[in-house]
């Protein structure tokens, strides 16, 4: 890719994967990596005002919105994929699906760190985009709408109710003895410890977060067709004349937005106390709260793009590119620093720091990674585990160093 719209386009979907998951490590970080429920009495101690206003904070800018990009991305990067092979004449369904193959074996070293690992999801739903690429927009966005309207947890929450869907506990029980036992292994367990639960157990509450009420499953997919929509369409490819389309979104994304967190709080403020979290009430306030991530998710979509858009801000955003270049890496490499952080196998301190500090710490991880990305794709190609993930992809090994003249030439792919 030679011409300025193509590399910006490149550059754009880099630095934007960055900024996603630059939001991602946040959450985590501040989470202490613990992706469930937390025995009560946690951070007692050390949970004061200012750390409840960063708990706040992400919960209503970065909780469920950067997530959402990360997902949007993925199908983003599927059409280009998709189309950079038909460019070809080259038939890639199937070696798609083999690299999601990959992606889940990848996922799953990650999920042994990391119960919420969102790979091995990923790769679970990856092959059913592939007939998407076939069908109209038209269809894509309906099949979308049908998704973010809540029909398959609305199927989910008559099956299931609050239950699990794995046949262990409630994932709202947050005093069970089997939670309370999950707890206590990644305090004080060995890293065999914590690899051993996160195999079994910690899997079986990741299916139940993802497939229950809580629809996490599902409104991923419907994010991937909004990538794959986007990518169709050639926004990435065709920025600039997309401009007034995207403050349009924005402007009824900011609509939405505020609508869903009115009636948001409208439903939950008004729930027989003491809170049932088994009502259906309650399912429709979890809707309504989806839609307000949806929103906000929109908002920073579109917002980034307006931005990257004026020459001042696109120097700044490319900051984030190296960082999204490198994503799968640095995704995965950021939670074995932050379990090492918390977790009893590494310095243990799950608890026992304040959000505000670890605000601070998931800022550094950022810049770390970022200047680590740019430093190390000054030389390579890839990723490490981009580079194995793609020499896997093609039973070949991939060429790892830059030649002269391509450093600004890479597909993104990931």
Known sequence: MTTTIQNNRIHSVDALRGFALAGVVLVHIVEQYIAGPTPEGFMEGVNGLPDQIVQGFLQLFFSGKFFALF????????????????????????????????????????????????????????????????????????????????????????????????????????????????????????????????????????????????????????????????????????????????????????????????????TFATMPQPFDNSSFQFFLGMNFMDWFNMSMASILLCGFLMLFQKPVWEKRLLFFAPYGKMALTNYFFQSVIGTFLFFGWGLGYLGQLRSVYLFGIGILIIIFQTL??????????????EWLWRSATYFKWQPMLHESNDANTQINTI
């Open 71 to 266: 997902s949007i991305l993925f199908g983003l990067s599927f059409a280009i994929q998709m189309q950079s092979a038909e460019s070809k004449n080259i038939a890639f369904g199937k070696r798609f699906i083999w690299r999601a193959v990959l992606l889940f074996l990848i996922g799953y070293v990650h999920q042994l760190f990391y119960r919420g690992d969102i790979l091995t999801i990923y790769a679970v739903l990856a092959p059913f985009i592939i007939p998407f690429y076939r069908m109209s927009n038209k269809a894509i966005l309906i099949t979308a709408g049908i998704i973010f309207f809540g029909i398959p947890r609305l199927i989910a929450f008559f099956l299931f109710g609050t239950e699990s869907a794995t046949g262990i506990h409630s994932f709202m029980d947050n005093n069970n003895e089997a939670i309370l036992h999950y707890f206590d292994v990644i305090q004080n367990g060995s890293l065999a410890e914590v690899f051993k639960i996160n195999a079994t157990y910690g899997m079986l509450t990741k299916i139940d977060f993802q497939v229950s009420f809580f629809g996490r499953f599902y409104y991923t997919f419907g994010y991937f067709l909004i990538g794959l929509w986007l990518g169709k369409i050639g926004l990435f490819k065709n920025l600039l004349s997309y401009s007034k389309k995207i403050k349009t979104w924005m402007l009824w994304s900011i609509v939405a937005l505020l609508v869903s967190l009115a009636v948001m709080m409208i």
């Open 372 to 385: 680590f990305s740019k430093y190390w794709l000054k030389t390579f190609r890839y990723g490490p585990l």
